[in-house]
């Protein structure tokens, strides 16, 4: 069995690495936004034209990576949202959110300091994480029925 995994979330880390490292050997493929910051943040008016305004400047932004971040969660079977520590990621919340309402098993990943913040978000999880290496682990016993150790 394949499992294809979207790695949404914070992108200031090598998170999503790490965790395909330690998936290695394994039957995933993985999926993912658009990482480079500055690419997704002028997507829009890059494609459509520039904005004046900041807000309709982010809102082609918003519109056009939202065309990748919806279908790379509906393909997925396994969406994973990570939750970095210096930045509110409100877009990996909407992102947990939209996973959730589709019925996606849904791993989250943060720090413990977070879990009173997220503690909704944590509650539609199947497992809430810390490390990338908890989720590798999680996805090699869905795959393999072999616990770590």
């Known amino acids: 069995m394949t499992l294809k995994v979207y790695l949404s979330g914070e992108i200031h ?9 330690a998936c290695d050997g394994l039957d995933v493929k993985f999926d993912a936004p658009v990482t480079d910051h500055g ?3 002028d997507c829009g008016v890059a494609i459509l034209g520039a904005e004046d305004n ?6 082609k932004g918003a519109k056009v990576n939202a065309i990748r971040t919806r279908k790379g969660i509906e393909d997925a079977d396994v969406v994973v949202v990570r939750f970095g520590e210096k ?5 990996a919340a909407f992102d947990a959110g939209y996973a959730a309402a589709l019925g996606k098993s ?3 990943m943060h720090q413990a300091e977070h879990q009173h913040a997220l503690k909704e978000v944590d509650a539609a999880a ?10 590798a682990q999680i996805l090699r016993y869905v795959l393999t029925s072999v616990l770590p150790g």
Request: hydrophobic share 40%; charged share 25%; proline share 3%.
């Open 39 to 41: 690419a997704s943040d």
């Open 54 to 59: 900041k807000f309709w400047h982010d809102h």
């Open 106 to 108: 849904l791993i989250v």
């Open 87 to 91: 930045y509110k990621q409100w877009n």
């Open 13 to 21: 880390t090598s998170w999503r690495e790490d965790l395909i490292a």
């Open 126 to 135: 199947l497992a809430v994480t810390e490390t990338p290496e908890q989720v």
